[in-house]
């Protein structure tokens, strides 16, 4: 559970001033990234980069500071101070695909964001802001624009989401991962594909053989129709002799008790998680991956090189997820099943005939991984040193 580590005073102090001096040079980059681990981990992959960059130059001393606004969800707060950066919060709600009372009572939310994005950036006085989608990014965008504070915005999916769209005429600048998306932001537009962690190239093609493994990942929050349509079909593995297969199942906080008890003694040799920490670990160890098609998902499955099985969200924004799918598909990288037609008896079918030919699972490695953009986070964080020196 999220504790939030700082008073509301504390919050009010603000960090050591960024310094201007010839000897060091301190530049601050705030990255509006909170909600999912599709939003958090490109983040990351840019802030990595940045830090990386933090070097001399002639006799001044370049030194990248990235501070993450969210909204403090669990996930935020495990994973991005683990990774040695510094974690703000403001109170943020999202509209699309909400109805009813609900979209009311969030829309009555946004003043608050708004005031808080604004005081947040007053006190942080950032040199650049980078956008990752999500309700969050909202309104620090749009405070940050309005303060003539340069601002790049990320879009990482073949259709733009919603308050992407909505953001694209008062962002600076627009970084995408796929050429379909630049039609949105016009000149604004560059193509840089999707930043991934550097740990996901390092994984090595895996020699395929019995006992084979399978990672079932639903996202950071788990997946209930992945999770329910998995269980319902262990029975039918174990009829069709699948002694030497496991999985690690990643299940979400909520379905994790309940899961776990399916697999029971049968299935011993298989892990079940809520979420998976080395998720890079699990992905090295895959013969196949079985999960949704987030921007971020499909972007590790290319720079890790991974065979898959992708089940859209359906309800996804524009059905982003499903063009996602798609796009891998085409390039021969996956399989995908739709939701509205995930029956245990289809998931294991596809399952059993991808394990039982390990060259194709080889062909659909190569063409997922032919799919990476393994300089996605340093074209970013280009646009990003671009725009701060302008600041």
């Not at 079940?272 to 499955?301: H, M, Y």
């Not at 008896?345 to 190569?366: F, K, P, W, Y």
Request: with cysteine; net charge positive; hydrophobic share 45%.
């Amino acid at each position: 559970m999220y504790c939030q580590s700082e008073s509301i005073l504390e919050k009010e102090r603000p960090l050591e001033p960024v310094t201007r001096s010839t000897a060091s040079r301190r530049v601050r980059i705030l990255m509006a990234a909170g909600g999912t681990g599709g939003h958090i981990f490109p983040a990351l992959a840019v802030a990595d980069e940045l830090r990386r960059r933090s070097r001399p130059s002639g006799t001044v001393q370049t030194q990248y500071e990235m501070v993450f606004v969210g909204t403090g969800r669990a996930i935020e707060s495990r994973v991005i101070p683990a990774a040695g950066y510094h974690l703000e919060t403001i109170h943020g709600a999202g509209l699309k695909g909400i109805s009813g009372w609900k979209r009311m009572l969030n829309a009555a939310r946004l003043p608050r964001s708004a005031f808080e994005a604004a005081r947040l950036l007053y006190r942080l006085r950032p040199r650049a802001v980078l956008g990752i989608g999500g309700y969050i990014s909202g309104p620090v965008m749009l405070e940050a624009a309005l303060a003539r504070i340069p601002t790049l915005l990320y879009e990482p999916n073949a259709v733009p989401g919603f308050t992407n769209r909505v953001l694209a005429p008062v962002v600076q600048l627009a970084a995408v991962g796929f050429e379909s998306s630049l039609a949105v932001y016009g000149s604004k537009g560059r193509l840089t594909g999707h930043p991934v962690r550097q740990e996901f190239y390092a994984v090595e093609p895996k020699i395929h053989k019995a006992p084979f493994t399978v990672l079932v990942v639903g996202g950071s929050q788990g997946a209930r129709a992945l999770n329910r349509c998995l269980v319902e079909s262990l029975p039918l593995f174990s009829s069709q002799g699948a002694a030497a297969l496991s999985f690690i199942h990643q299940t979400g906080e909520a379905d994790y008790n309940a899961v776990k008890a399916v697999y029971g003694d049968q299935w011993a040799a298989s892990e079940v998680c809520a979420f998976i920490d080395n998720i890079v670990e699990a992905f090295s160890r895959a013969d196949l991956v079985v999960c949704r098609a987030g921007a971020t998902t499909v972007a590790e499955l290319a720079a890790a090189g991974k065979a898959s099985i992708l089940i859209p969200y359906p309800s996804a924004t524009d059905q982003h997820q499903l063009q996602n799918a798609r796009a891998l598909e085409r390039a021969g990288a996956a399989c995908v099943i739709e939701q509205k037609d995930l029956k245990p008896a289809r998931l294991v079918d596809c399952l059993m005939s991808l394990l039982s030919d390990c060259g194709r699972l080889t062909a659909m490695e190569q063409r997922a991984k032919s799919l990476a953009s393994p300089q996605a986070a340093a074209r970013i964080a280009d646009l990003l040193e671009n725009i701060s020196s302008q600041h």
